[in-house]
């Protein structure tokens, strides 16, 4: 059975970090691109920033140059650093494979940036 498990969210004023970590069963992580969704309140889930299993990264654009996404193969763990964090990142955000598979949607972990 695929289990992703997001954690590492919280309260962070403007301008800090944090660090999301994402565990993947085996089945999912090693066969897709993986990705870290957002979904602010009264918004659509959106994609901000996904990596292939070759390692390959993109980004929205409104992320580019302060968040960075990796994994890790052998702990089959990806991860999202998120600096300069900005009061419009306060979302939930989920990891998934790229593109998204419905039925693998975890909980998700709650970031909110406000002073």
């Known amino acids: 059975q695929v289990q992703l498990v997001e954690y590492g969210g919280g309260l962070v004023q403007p301008g800090g970090s944090l660090r999301l970590s994402c565990a993947a069963s085996g089945s999912i992580f090693n066969s897709y691109a993986m990705g870290w969704y957002r979904q602010a309140p009264g918004k659509q889930r959106e994609l901000v920033a996904s990596i292939s299993r070759g390692s390959s990264t993109k980004y929205a654009d409104s992320v580019k140059g302060r968040f960075t996404i990796s994994r890790d193969n052998a702990q089959n763990m990806v991860y999202l650093q998120m600096n300069s964090l900005k009061p419009e990142d306060t979302a939930d955000y989920y990891c998934?494979?790229?593109?998204?598979?419905?039925?693998?949607w975890g909980k998700g972990t709650l970031v909110t940036v406000s002073s």
């Open positions: 998934n494979a790229d593109p998204p598979i419905a039925r693998y």
